[in-house]
């Protein structure tokens, strides 16, 4: 499978911006989708899963309660609403895919990758 990650730009503290991540290649609703964040000289960082169906959902604790995860499997696309986004929110966002009906926060567990997309978020 082919992903696609789209949505990133610049922001103030406190904006929102939604995250697409676009798939193609095989049969999207086999797939968990997850997102992960790296910032400039840090380690790559789980921020959330979503399961085939769209009903089991992780997200890390710094990021819970802000950002969405939702599937839309007709469109072979899964977003992450992000809300009151906060400075420590800028990284280059990617979105991975690992056959299966789990889900998963590790990222070694993920088999194909996007390309990432830049969320710069300013104080």
């Known amino acids: 499978v082919q992903l696609q990650a789209s949505g990133g730009g610049f922001v103030q503290a406190g904006g929102s911006l939604r995250l697409s991540c676009a798939a193609s290649?095989?049969?999207?609703?086999?797939?968990?989708i997850g997102w992960f964040r790296q910032a400039p000289g840090k380690e790559r960082e789980f921020v959330a899963t979503?399961?085939?169906?769209?009903?089991?959902?992780y997200y890390s604790d710094s990021v819970k309660g802000r950002f969405t995860i939702t599937r839309d499997n007709a469109k072979n696309t899964v977003y992450l609403q992000m809300n009151s986004l906060k400075p420590g929110d800028t990284a280059v966002y990617f979105c991975?895919?690992?056959?299966?009906?789990?889900?998963?926060?590790?990222?070694?567990?993920?088999?194909?990758w996007g390309q990432g997309t830049l969320v710069t978020v300013s104080s």
């Open positions: 991975a895919a690992v056959e299966s009906y789990s889900t998963y926060i590790s990222a070694s567990e993920y088999e194909y």
């Open positions: 290649g095989r049969t999207f609703g086999n797939y968990a």
């Open positions: 979503i399961n085939w169906s769209g009903v089991v959902i």
